[in-house]
């Protein structure tokens, strides 16, 4: 059986939305990759992080070894819950597609939010997905913000409303373990 915050990271990841929904494919299909990359819920362990980032939306690169709609419900939930101690390098280099290895790049928003983050931490010890996590307003993702504002209506993002992630957030803060 799975947890409320695993039933939560597939009800965003696998949302019909991206397919069916005129604004939420505007925004999937600025992606140029094939298969297409599912949309971010979050990356990871929102349940007990010290501190949850928000950004727009996120970005991709196609050679990134990614979920995509093939891809089986409990990978696709190892991989946002522990993407940067298993699906990353030092938390800012992704895991590569077999072939692409050499293409790594860092993901400047990771370092960012990083940064920023051990800013506020007085030992400067936080850690990407241990003690941060990062999700964005708007989960599909695309290069330069493209067709974020349209998709960030409410109404488009019918498969998460925030309202949900804020709900789950605040039961598990009440929870005394």
């Not at 696709?76 to 293409?103: A, C, H, Q, V, W």
């Not at 931490?121 to 993702?141: A, F, N, Q, W, Y």
Request: a positive charge; glycine letters at 4%.
């Amino acid at each position: 059986m799975r947890t409320p915050q695993e039933e939560l990271l597939l009800q965003i990841s696998l949302c019909r939305n991206r397919i069916k929904n005129e604004t939420c494919s505007k925004i999937v299909h600025n992606q140029k990759c094939n298969p297409l990359h599912l949309p971010e819920p979050w990356s990871g362990d929102l349940k007990n992080a010290k501190i949850l980032f928000l950004g727009s939306n996120p970005s991709y690169n196609c050679h990134e070894d990614y979920p995509t709609a093939d891809t089986n419900p409990d990978e696709i939930i190892d991989f946002f819950l522990n993407r940067f101690s298993k699906y990353s390098t030092k938390e800012l280099y992704p895991k590569m597609k077999k072939g692409y290895e050499k293409e790594k790049k860092w993901v400047r928003f990771w370092a960012g939010v990083r940064a920023r983050a051990n800013e506020l931490s007085p030992d400067k010890t936080l850690v990407l997905g241990r003690d941060i996590v990062i999700s964005e307003l708007v989960h599909c993702k695309s290069k330069s913000e493209k067709g974020v504002k349209e998709a960030a209506d409410a109404r488009a993002q019918a498969c998460y409303e925030p309202s949900k992630l804020i709900n789950y957030l605040h039961i598990e803060a009440l929870r005394v373990d």
